[in-house]
C-alpha cells in the first residue's frame, strides 16, 4: 500500500469581497432606488446620448434594447421622447421596472450576473 502525501493538494481561490450586505429590499433602497426604463427604438443610438438626457442616471445597450437607470423616470419619458424627434428616430417599446436585486448587483460591480 502507498502513502499519502503529508502534502494534500489544495484548491486555491481568490479571496471574495463582499461589496454590500442586507435584506433585498436594503440593498434596492441603498442602491439608489432608481427605476429601470427597457426602450426599443426604431433606429440604433448613441448610449452616451441617451445617458446625458435628463432625469438618466445610467444607460446600457443590452440585446437591441437600451436600459436606462432613472431617479426621475417621468422626466427621463418626456426628454427621450423630445431627443427621439429631433434625431427623427421613433420609440418601437418602452418598459418600466422597479429595481431588481440584478440590477443592484450591475450597479455594485458593473457588470450582469452571466459575464
Known amino acids: ?5 503529508a502534502s494534500a493538494p489544495r484548491c486555491h481561490h481568490r479571496p471574495r469581497q463582499v461589496i454590500s450586505q442586507g435584506s433585498p429590499l436594503e440593498l434596492k433602497q441603498a442602491s439608489g432606488d432608481k427605476t429601470r426604463i427597457e426602450v ?3 433606429k440604433s443610438e448613441s448610449d452616451l446620448a441617451l445617458k446625458n438626457l435628463e432625469g438618466v442616471a445610467d444607460c446600457r445597450a443590452i440585446n437591441g434594447a ?3 437607470h432613472c431617479q426621475r423616470p417621468p422626466q427621463a419619458i418626456v426628454a427621450l421622447v423630445k431627443h427621439l424627434e429631433t434625431q427623427n428616430n421613433e420609440l418601437v417599446s418602452l418598459e418600466i421596472f422597479t429595481p431588481s436585486l440584478e440590477d443592484v448587483f450591475i450597479e455594485l460591480t458593473g457588470r450582469r450576473l452571466r459575464d
Open 66 to 68: 437600451y436600459v436606462l
Open 1 to 5: 500500500m502507498k502513502k499519502q502525501s
Open 40 to 42: 426599443r427604438l426604431a
